[in-house]
């Protein structure tokens, strides 16, 4: 299904690459690349997450910033609590522990979608793209309200959650821990895509009444695949409120939505690898223009009106063509 | 009692600004099929191009053709230069060239402006306020934008129920291939369409200069309560915009209004007031959840 996944050597190339990146990073004389490619790292899960949706489901979420945004407070109000030694609505614990804030986030994120995507998926369409954009604009208020949760301006943590016997205060630890992470999600994604249930997924994007006619629960399969891709982009909150020790409304805002959409249309619509690419292009590109100019979204702006109206596929099928095979 | 009617007519004012984005953008997509993000920035650009005439003259009233004619034409080049090219693309290209346009436009209008927020001063001869009944005084400029969105509803009401390009439009809302298979020349309507659209998002951007800060921003801000609008009215349809701009503007006002010191009753000032004001914003949201278990193509969806 994905060209990429044909060429074992080119991935076990990427990977050597990204493993020995800090190292090059830091002979190089520019140690902040690290953490540009963790940002990357982060951001290419949440896009290949709403990829999952969008690309391979043909359901255009206006939306995924809420299950980030959420991931990223699941972290900060755990957090919370566990500094101020009290309990979440007089039941829950604080915590500090990764292996229970990213359990945690998986379940939260997906309870969220569930409920979302039960509701949006009755349409379709434009409408859906309307409600999830609406939806996430609804958490957003709700965050910005949480007067208790630091309101308008966000929740500091102060220390990343901790895993057993690592040191996560250190930028290359968490390098390491979120590359392991991407790379265990990246192989369940590519297990997903290639399974029968993908193929259900893009058989319902190219022809929903075949699907049904076949005999296919067409509503179950979606709202599957959108409580699936939210715990995706509810992981990359959580990885992202660990990042920046930072969780805020900004991460339901919803031009973070837009920007996730922006990556999986930069990376390839519909490939595997494609929303990598495109947050890793992105988180590039932000950071070159930002550091020229502080009108930086008007370049952006620019180079995103091109990518989609010329390029069929963004940098993928650009390489592609360049290269002079058909996408 | 004249709270609850001053509240009311708060509403209906802020309804019928809604009413004003919401009828372009439903129509922009039940005749062409686009979903256009960037109409906010329209509403952004009257409001600038008014505020800043209303200050170089001095005189509100030239700022408000100013406006209309900025709407209009920039409506008319982002129809030319990218709209046009969205037609045939599905929804995710519209969205995200639609979006790289918002991302032009508030940054050339920053750069124009620059950051900080415009103020309108009120038309003297708007400025003031009446007594409508015994105990209730109400401001002449918001009656005035009440007045002009009703007429622009009923305007629109005899423009499509009575004219010949108000059949096109209705039977390009219904079946557009149909309309372009009869030899209708749908280029024009489509400018036309998108034209009328822009004009109605520039006259609200001038109208709210002076209640509102004219604020990059501004657009989307009120862009995604008129998605609300036109999801629960019904997409295509401008008795749905005009029915649901109402209601959700009254919801969304008496919600701001009475709902913080409703909830002082069970808890303390400041949360209640936090908590208050965190609801009411999610209030709309609340009810297009409700309406579309319901009805999930909208209240009066053209195609049911």
Same mark, same amino acid.
């Given at each position: 299904? #994905?060209?990429?996944?044909?060429?074992?050597?080119?991935?076990?190339?990427?990977?050597?690459?990204?493993?020995?990146?800090?190292?090059?990073?830091?002979?190089?004389? &520019? /140690?902040?690349?690290?953490?540009?490619?963790?940002?990357?790292?982060?951001?290419?899960?949440?896009?290949?997450?709403?990829?999952?949706?969008?690309?391979?489901?043909?359901?255009?979420?206006?939306?995924?910033?809420?299950?980030?945004?959420?991931?990223?407070?699941?972290?900060?109000?755990? &957090?919370?609590?566990?500094?101020? #030694?009290?309990?979440? @609505?007089?039941?829950?614990?604080?915590?500090?522990?990764?292996?229970?804030?990213? /359990?945690?986030?998986?379940?939260?994120?997906?309870?969220?979608?569930? *409920?979302?995507?039960?509701?949006?998926?009755?349409?379709?369409?434009?409408?859906?793209?309307?409600?999830?954009?609406?939806?996430?604009?609804?958490?957003?208020?709700?965050?910005?309200? *949480?007067?208790?949760?630091?309101?308008? #301006?966000?929740?500091?943590?102060?220390?990343?959650?901790? @895993?057993?016997?690592?040191?996560?205060? #250190?930028?290359?630890?968490?390098?390491?821990?979120?590359?392991?992470?991407?790379?265990?999600?990246?192989?369940?994604?590519?297990?997903?895509?290639?399974?029968?249930? %993908?193929?259900?997924?893009? %058989?319902?994007?190219?022809?929903?009444?075949?699907?049904?006619?076949?005999?296919?629960?067409?509503?179950?399969?979606?709202?599957?695949?959108?409580?699936?891709?939210?715990?995706?982009?509810?992981?990359?909150?959580?990885?992202?409120?660990?990042?920046?020790?930072?969780?805020?409304?900004?991460?339901?805002?919803?031009?973070?939505?837009?920007?996730?959409?922006?990556?999986?249309?930069?990376?390839?619509? %519909?490939?595997?690898?494609?929303?990598?690419?495109?947050?890793?292009? &992105?988180?590039?590109?932000?950071?070159?223009?930002?550091?020229?100019?502080?009108?930086?979204?008007?370049?952006?702006?620019?180079?995103? *009106?091109?990518?989609?109206?010329?390029?069929? %596929?963004?940098?993928?099928? @650009?390489?592609?063509?360049?290269?002079?095979?058909? /996408? | 009692? !004249?709270?609850?009617?001053?509240?009311?007519?708060?509403?209906?004012?802020?309804?019928?600004?809604?009413?004003?984005?919401?009828?372009?953008?439903?129509?922009?997509?039940?005749?062409?099929?686009?979903?256009?993000?960037?109409?906010?920035?329209?509403?952004?650009?009257?409001?600038?191009?008014?505020? $800043?005439?209303?200050?170089?003259?001095?005189?509100?009233?030239?700022?408000?053709?100013?406006?209309?004619?900025?709407?209009?034409?920039?409506?008319?080049?982002?129809?030319?230069?990218?709209?046009?090219?969205?037609?045939?693309?599905?929804?995710?290209? +519209?969205?995200?060239?639609?979006?790289?346009?918002?991302?032009?436009?508030?940054?050339?209008?920053?750069?124009?402006?620059?950051? +900080?927020?415009?103020?309108?001063?009120?038309?003297?001869?708007?400025?003031?306020?009446?007594?409508?009944?015994?105990?209730?005084?109400?401001?002449? $400029?918001?009656?005035?934008?009440?007045?002009?969105?009703?007429?622009?509803?009923?305007?629109?009401?005899?423009?499509?129920?009575?004219?010949?390009?108000?059949?096109?439009?209705?039977?390009?809302?219904?079946?557009?291939?149909?309309?372009?298979?009869?030899?209708?020349?749908?280029?024009?309507? $489509?400018?036309?369409?998108?034209?009328?659209?822009?004009?109605?998002?520039?006259?609200?951007?001038?109208?709210?200069?002076?209640?509102?800060?004219? +604020?990059?921003?501004?657009?989307?801000?009120?862009?995604?309560?008129?998605?609300?609008?036109?999801?629960?009215?019904?997409?295509? !349809?401008?008795?749905?915009?005009?029915?649901?701009?109402?209601?959700?503007?009254?919801?969304?006002?008496?919600?701001?209004?009475?709902?913080?010191?409703?909830?002082?009753?069970?808890?303390?000032?400041?949360?209640?007031?936090?908590?208050?004001?965190?609801? !009411?914003?999610?209030?709309?949201?609340?009810?297009?959840?409700?309406?579309?278990?319901?009805?999930?193509?909208?209240?009066?969806?053209?195609?049911?």
């Amino acid at each position: 299904m #994905d060209k990429s996944i044909n060429k074992p050597f080119l991935l076990a190339g990427v990977l050597i690459v990204l493993v020995a990146l800090p190292f090059l990073a830091n002979a190089a004389g &520019y /140690p902040a690349l690290t953490s540009l490619a963790t940002r990357a790292l982060i951001y290419g899960i949440a896009a290949a997450s709403l990829n999952l949706v969008l690309g391979y489901g043909g359901m255009v979420s206006f939306g995924h910033a809420a299950f980030f945004g959420l991931g990223g407070y699941v972290v900060g109000i755990l &957090y919370q609590h566990y500094t101020q #030694d009290d309990m979440l @609505l007089g039941l829950i614990p604080g915590t500090n522990q990764l292996l229970v804030t990213l /359990p945690a986030t998986l379940l939260v994120s997906g309870l969220a979608a569930a *409920l979302i995507g039960a509701l949006s998926l009755r349409t379709g369409g434009v409408q859906f793209i309307m409600i999830t954009l609406a939806f996430a604009q609804m958490l957003f208020f709700l965050f910005v309200s *949480l007067k208790t949760y630091g309101g308008d #301006d966000g929740l500091i943590i102060r220390r990343a959650n901790e @895993l057993p016997g690592l040191n996560m205060r #250190d930028k290359q630890t968490i390098y390491y821990v979120y590359l392991a992470i991407a790379a265990i999600f990246f192989f369940l994604l590519w297990r997903i895509v290639n399974s029968r249930f %993908g193929n259900v997924l893009v %058989g319902l994007r190219q022809n929903e009444r075949r699907m049904a006619a076949l005999g296919l629960p067409a509503y179950r399969y979606k709202l599957a695949a959108f409580v699936i891709s939210g715990m995706g982009a509810g992981l990359a909150g959580c990885l992202m409120a660990n990042f920046l020790r930072f969780a805020s409304p900004d991460m339901v805002h919803w031009t973070k939505s837009g920007e996730l959409m922006v990556m999986v249309v930069l990376g390839g619509v %519909g490939t595997l690898f494609g929303p990598l690419i495109g947050a890793a292009a &992105y988180t590039i590109l932000e950071a070159v223009l930002a550091s020229w100019t502080e009108y930086w979204q008007l370049g952006l702006g620019f180079i995103l *009106l091109f990518v989609v109206l010329y390029t069929h %596929g963004g940098i993928q099928a @650009l390489f592609a063509r360049i290269g002079g095979r058909r /996408p | 009692m !004249s709270l609850f009617l001053e509240q009311l007519l708060n509403g209906l004012q802020f309804g019928v600004m809604l009413f004003l984005l919401a009828a372009g953008l439903t129509l922009i997509f039940g005749i062409m099929g686009v979903i256009n993000l960037a109409h906010g920035s329209i509403y952004m650009i009257g409001a600038y191009a008014g505020a $800043y005439v209303a200050a170089q003259t001095g005189s509100f009233f030239l700022g408000v053709p100013a406006a209309l004619v900025a709407a209009a034409l920039v409506g008319a080049a982002m129809e030319f230069l990218v709209v046009r090219r969205l037609y045939k693309r599905d929804h995710l290209d +519209q969205v995200l060239a639609t979006f790289a346009l918002i991302l032009i436009f508030n940054q050339v209008v920053t750069l124009l402006f620059g950051r +900080q927020p415009l103020f309108v001063s009120m038309p003297s001869l708007l400025d003031g306020a009446v007594e409508l009944l015994p105990g209730l005084t109400y401001p002449i $400029y918001r009656l005035a934008i009440i007045l002009v969105g009703l007429l622009v509803a009923l305007g629109l009401y005899l423009l499509i129920n009575r004219t010949r390009i108000g059949m096109l439009v209705r039977a390009g809302s219904t079946n557009r291939e149909m309309v372009r298979a009869l030899g209708v020349n749908v280029g024009m309507l $489509y400018t036309i369409v998108f034209g009328l659209g822009a004009l109605l998002a520039g006259l609200a951007g001038v109208m709210a200069g002076p209640i509102l800060a004219v +604020q990059v921003g501004m657009g989307e801000q009120i862009l995604i309560t008129t998605f609300v609008v036109v999801v629960i009215g019904g997409v295509g !349809s401008i008795r749905g915009a005009f029915v649901a701009s109402l209601l959700l503007g009254v919801v969304d006002t008496m919600l701001r209004a009475y709902l913080p010191s409703m909830l002082r009753h069970v808890m303390i000032g400041s949360d209640a007031d936090a908590l208050g004001a965190g609801i !009411s914003s999610m209030g709309i949201y609340l009810l297009m959840a409700v309406v579309l278990l319901i009805r999930p193509k909208g209240l009066f969806a053209p195609n049911s």
